[in-house]
């Protein structure tokens, strides 16, 4: 977890590394400081948010102090093990300040607002880096701490801009707006006072004026929809849009085409009459041992495929390339897919198959709120062993689900939908859906994912089911 190590003035100087918030990551990106240098830190403060490619954590400073400097600015990626921050652990003390660390450092990139003072209320998953390109740390840089740090606090303040001599003179902000626009600065005629490169220099390079018509302001960075903050994008003129591919986002793309290109995939349908299903609902609603959880068709579904897993527990399982072995388990944790604005993410119920209907009501619940809010964490999304994806609730019909990687199967499920259906021998309208489920051919055969997927379909067909069968 977290690791701490001293400075040459082990009594006063106290160093906080970057941690593995996750299983097994290497890195992560700094999202937003909620301190700077001066500040006073308690233990337990969270000090920084970050993102990794599961989710995005806040980090708590393991000890009470002073802020003496941040090592990385926002936007930068850091390699697990490296030093973020710095504290003083005896402030007033008179001891002299620690030695320069020779540690590798990023160049800060500009950050246009100022950083707030102390802890701000920010959830887990709220807000998103404005920075668009992902830096690493560069290897041997002979920079010292207090050059980097006193780059980072004038990028930090906003305050005018730390520029080596033979760059050109602008501001953070400026640079920023250049670097989204795709204009070197070399190529731009300042302005300003004292030879200083202003917006307005940065735009007019990026869009040239016509000689008898206005200049056209050129598009700044905009917020991606529906995120619950910025993340920069560029536009180009009205023709075309560039959005990094980063964080979560990045990790889905990753995993989803390995498990594509990795497992080989085979889906079947079967179109079921779920009545009786939405009948069982609206009587669970009313039920007082159902009290203050929500009740819905997701949770019947869930509790069918933990039936069916139990009958045919051979699916329960995961191929292990490196040994050559399928591995069973004898528990599941149930995945539910969730749409979020960092990206789908696929957080489990752990134990799902030792959990009575309320209980899984219950932890379904606690799934979905978690993940809107966005504080779905890097451990809830690990260890999962077949998942539900419901397609349905964006109005489709079914679809062809991709393997989380790591599991043997998942299922789909579709719209439910009033249709003609020949029910005791006469067409009369009924309550329908259409389910698939894609599974690993390499370890589960044909037949072993039909009757998984049939089981599924007779308890939503017959839900007493549930009882005769679990």
């Known amino acids: 977890m977290t690791t701490m190590t001293d400075t040459s003035n082990a009594a006063r100087f106290r160093e906080f590394k970057m941690p593995d918030v996750g299983e097994g990551l290497t890195e992560a990106e700094i999202l937003k400081w909620y301190v ?34 941040l ?20 402030p007033g003390s008179g001891d002299a300040a620690p030695a320069p660390v020779a540690a590798p450092v990023a160049e800060p990139e500009p950050s246009e607002p100022e950083a ?56 953070p902000p400026v640079r920023k707006l250049a670097k989204d626009l795709g204009i070197d600065l070399a190529t731009v005629v300042p302005t300003g006072e004292g030879g200083i490169i202003t917006r307005e220099d940065v735009r007019a390079a990026a869009a040239p004026v016509p ?9 700044e960075a905009v917020p991606a929809p529906e995120a619950p903050a910025p993340v920069v994008v560029t536009t180009v003129g009205a ?9 979560v986002r990045k990790a889905i793309a990753q995993a989803m085409v390995g498990s594509a290109f990795t497992a080989p995939h085979v889906t079947e349908f079967v179109t079921v009459d779920v009545t009786r299903t939405m009948k069982l609902v609206a009587e669970l609603k009313e039920d007082k041992d159902m009290a203050g959880v929500r009740v819905n068709p997701l949770l019947i579904i869930a509790k069918a495929l933990l039936v069916a897993i139990k009958r045919n527990p051979e699916v329960n399982a995961a191929w292990d390339e490196a040994n050559q ?5 004898h528990y599941v944790n149930l995945g539910i897919a969730a749409a979020t604005p960092r990206g789908l993410i696929v957080p489990n119920i752990k134990d799902a198959h030792d959990k009575t209907l309320p209980q899984l009501a219950a932890a379904l619940g606690e799934l979905v709120s978690t993940a809107r809010d966005g504080k779905t964490s890097p451990a809830a999304m690990a260890g999962g ?29 579709g719209a439910i939908k009033l249709q003609p259906w020949v029910h ?22 044909g037949e072993l994912g039909s009757k998984v997927l049939a089981d599924v379909a007779a308890i939503l067909e017959q839900p007493k089911r549930l009882i005769t069968w679990a």
């Not at 000689?211 to 598009?219: I, K, L």
């Not at 023709?239 to 964080?247: D, L, N, Q, S, W």
Request: hydrophobic share 40%; proline share 8%.
């Open 325 to 329: 072995e399928i591995v069973q388990k």
């Open 71 to 90: 090592r990385f600015p926002e936007g930068t990626t850091v390699d697990v093990g490296q030093v973020i921050i710095a504290v003083d652990v005896a």
């Open 239 to 247: 023709r075309e849009t560039r959005i990094p591919v980063k964080g």
């Open 385 to 413: 062993t077949v998942t539900i994806t419901n397609v349905g609730v964006f109005g489709v019909d079914t679809g062809t689900p991709i393997l989380n990687p790591g599991e043997s199967a998942i299922l789909a499920v």
């Open 424 to 445: 005791k021998g006469k067409v009369k309208p009924r309550q329908v859906t259409t389910l698939a489920l894609s599974f690993d051919h390499r370890l589960v055969d």
């Open 36 to 69: 700077r240098p001066g500040d006073t830190v308690t233990d337990g403060q969270v000090v920084c948010e970050v993102e990794t490619a599961k989710a995005a954590v806040e980090l708590p400073i393991p000890f009470d102090g002073v802020v003496h400097e």
């Open 211 to 219: 000689a008898q018509a206005p200049a056209p302001v050129a598009a």
């Open 116 to 171: 707030p003072k102390g802890r701000q209320p920010v959830l887990v998953g709220y807000g998103v880096s404005e920075s668009s390109t992902k830096r690493r740390a560069r290897k041997g840089a002979a920079a010292s701490v207090p050059a980097a740090a006193a780059a980072i606090q004038g990028e930090m303040n906003g305050h005018g801009a730390v520029v080596p001599e033979s760059r050109p003179l602008a501001k």
